[in-house]
């Protein structure tokens, strides 16, 4: 299949920043953009989309999710942390079956995609499932089945999770085109202890696969990991030998100078979850240092349950505005800086350097904001209609490695009233 | 006319607090409501609309804007707040003239109609266009002229901007089945000297109007106002009897304990505008305390320049969760309470008693939400999805005053294509 962009206003990058092409041809054949120009081409294409009125720009990546909590979407506002976890979301948790991760993933599914997101990394139980709604769904993502150890002395052969992980690994890592990828995981910290954190970071070494962590999330967890073993969690991961993988690490809102050090001395990506750190109380993670000191920061909304909904929008506009108004400064953090988080810095986070521009060679991951709206005009400076101006519902098509995935308020590959009707069961049997 | 909605999720508040009815009937006669139940009414309606899927609720205020200023949204973006005032945004305001001010209103309209607001309260120049703008798209709005002194010696006689406040006030105070109401207001105490302020006041006390203010926003108009007068800009407005007048002031961040008690004291309403106040750098309102020791807080987004747009649910999102995160206290502001605040609180401040809750007797101010998205489901708490879940583009119905604004997509009062063109050459003159 061929298709051919014509008239849109496309959202380019280079090293000099971003600009927007008015007018402009945007060709993709198979999954990949095969030309990008201010002239219609000369090859033929199948089909021609006109786009005008339309920005076109590189799709969202959403890098920290646990896309099946959308089961417990808003359960318990108001709760502290300690009682909304262990009191309310642990025993609902506790009885999740498959079937309901299914449901769940595919109906998060529905909501990510119309709100412009074509890639994600996910953590979550049952993640064979969600594998599965993305196979059939047609979205990018780095999934992974996290490992947690309470006992010390267990060994990697008594620790299922580690088995599912390896056995996903084996089964699905580059699957769909290399749409799928699944990384290692450990939960964190204070979730698993040494012995087992050392052994299957060196199992992800071996395996050159990648990690994903909840890494020093709060003051408390920094705290206890300092009484437990005398070093930051950070420090700690790299005892461990977690870093010697490339590591996307959730959250960072409690790292230290010394510990960015480390972060960056392993080129560490961080992602920050602004909605999720400000409702859970959590804080502000010191995202202009890191920025300084290059380390790769990327986005993420994590769960629907602390958010309340999966929209990198609004991920997008709290992170160009709650560090200027905590540091009292207008300038801290840029829109570019807040939509590259966005983009490519989340496309590096999830090792994948054919995403997260509009430029030919790279895959047609794409998502149009339809200008039309009166929210979006006028239009002085792109990135900051994006991350300050726009909202999720204002993405009218979304594209996924060449296929179009959701146009005009229709999803074409999913059947979002048979998923309605699945997520609906399985609510009713998690809340009976 | 009169208008029946059936099997509507219906948001009613009552003292102990908010509850939804399902498949639930709201009748609506004249402006007015006039029913409220589970089943059917008797009495029979011209118009009957089949509600299902769709909650509805009171229409969002908005109690501090300059609509107009969506003619430079987005401007200057990155810029520290001295040189986006004073070298970007006040010589723009310099050529504008009224034309632009009545494209600009309706333009702005467009957007906020959409998004859920139903009344809203708004300091600009040329105000009389904004006041005919209002008239035409059928919203409910407190609007001023607002008065500035910058020669301490100027006599109310020689205040062009009293004069065309007074004018104002008689012309258009309680117009459009009083829609339309004129408060008084001071633009702030770093822009009226003390005579102009103190005379204005009095006019405002006689006439029994409502005043409008900017009023401690950061930190240095505190410090600066001390140095000036010995007094905080609170006591400095206590001291002019600003605060003899029903009083609403815009901002709050920087208010001692002290001036929170001549606040209280004065029943002076707040309006926390949580996206200019960290977009600006300004910082975070001691919204907690205020709403502990009785003040009532309600919701603003300040112009679309500082913001970059008009949107009350992005407002309530912050709202809900930067003060959590600033206080690391998830519990710290409920969602009911960030409800309150974008509704009764807001009717309260503007001094509208018929607007606000869903109930017999009110004026019919109302909007629907679609349901049927998927980050809309599944409900476990109204307030926490309206709060945390919701967008602005997910309000399909708007209703002001018994008269429907909008439904799916469409304007009823307002020609949105001729507008866009006038908002088109109104832009082209301004930065020609």
Redesign the interface.
């Known amino acids: 299949m061929s298709i051919l962009l014509e008239h849109a206003e496309l959202l380019l990058r280079d090293a000099a920043g971003y600009r927007t092409l008015h007018d402009g041809y945007l060709g993709i054949r198979g999954s990949v953009i095969d030309y990008v120009g201010e002239s219609a081409p000369e090859a033929p294409y199948a089909r021609r989309l006109d786009m005008r009125g339309k920005l076109v720009m590189p799709g969202l990546i959403n890098c920290h999710s646990h896309i099946p909590m959308?089961?417990m979407?808003?359960?318990g506002?108001?709760?502290?942390?300690h009682e909304?976890l262990f009191e309310t979301i642990f025993p609902i948790e506790d009885r999740l079956v498959r079937e309901d991760v299914a449901a769940a993933s595919r109906?998060?599914l529905?909501?990510m995609i119309?709100?412009g997101t074509t890639s994600f990394s996910d953590m979550y139980f049952f993640p064979d499932e969600t594998v599965r709604a993305v196979a059939e769904a047609g979205v990018r993502a780095n999934l992974n089945r996290c490992v947690q150890c309470f006992d010390e002395n267990q060994t990697v052969e008594e620790n299922h999770q580690i088995k599912e992980s390896l056995a996903l690994f084996e089964q699905y890592h580059g699957a769909e085109n290399d749409r799928i990828r699944i990384d290692f995981s450990i939960h964190a910290e204070y979730t698993c202890k040494p012995r087992i954190a050392r052994a299957y970071s060196a199992l992800c070494a071996e395996r050159g696969a990648r990690m994903h962590l909840h890494l020093s999330e709060t003051e408390r967890e920094v705290r206890e990991c300092i009484e437990r073993y005398g070093v930051t969690p950070v420090a700690w991961f790299e005892q461990m030998g977690t870093f010697d993988s490339p590591t996307a690490a959730a959250h960072c809102v409690a790292v230290s100078a010394e510990d960015r050090a480390i972060l960056r001395a392993h080129h560490v990506s961080v992602i920050h979850n602004p909605?999720s750190?400000?409702?859970?109380?959590?804080?502000?993670a010191p995202v202009r240092e890191m920025l300084d000191e290059g380390i790769n920061v990327a986005l993420g909304t994590d769960g629907?349950a602390s958010?309340?909904?999966?929209?990198l929008f609004?991920e997008m506009?709290?992170a160009?505005?709650?560090h200027?108004?905590?540091?009292?400064?207008?300038?801290?953090i840029?829109?570019t800086e807040v939509l590259d988080m966005a983009t490519v810095n989340g496309a590096k986070l999830q090792g994948r350097d054919d995403v997260g521009v509009l430029a030919v060679g790279k895959k047609a991951d794409l998502i149009a904001i339809d200008l039309s709206?009166?929210?979006l005009?006028?239009?002085?400076?792109t990135?900051?209609?994006l991350t300050?101006?726009a909202?999720?519902?204002?993405v009218c098509m979304t594209m996924v490695d060449g296929k179009i995935l959701y146009e005009n308020g229709e999803f074409l590959t999913l059947d979002?009233e048979k998923i309605?009707a699945q997520?609906r069961a399985a609510?009713a049997r998690l809340y009976a």
């Not at 506002?77 to 942390?81: F, N, P, R, T």
């Not at 909202?391 to 204002?394: K, L, R, S």
């Open positions: 959308v089961l979407r808003g359960i506002s108001g709760l502290g942390l909304w109906f998060a529905l909501e119309a709100g909605t750190n400000l409702k859970l109380g959590s804080g502000f629907a958010n309340n909904n999966l929209n609004e506009h709290l160009a505005i709650m200027d108004g905590y540091h009292r400064d207008p300038t801290l840029s829109d709206r009166p929210h005009y006028p239009v002085f400076d990135p900051a209609l300050c101006s909202q999720a519902g204002d979002a309605k997520m609510l």
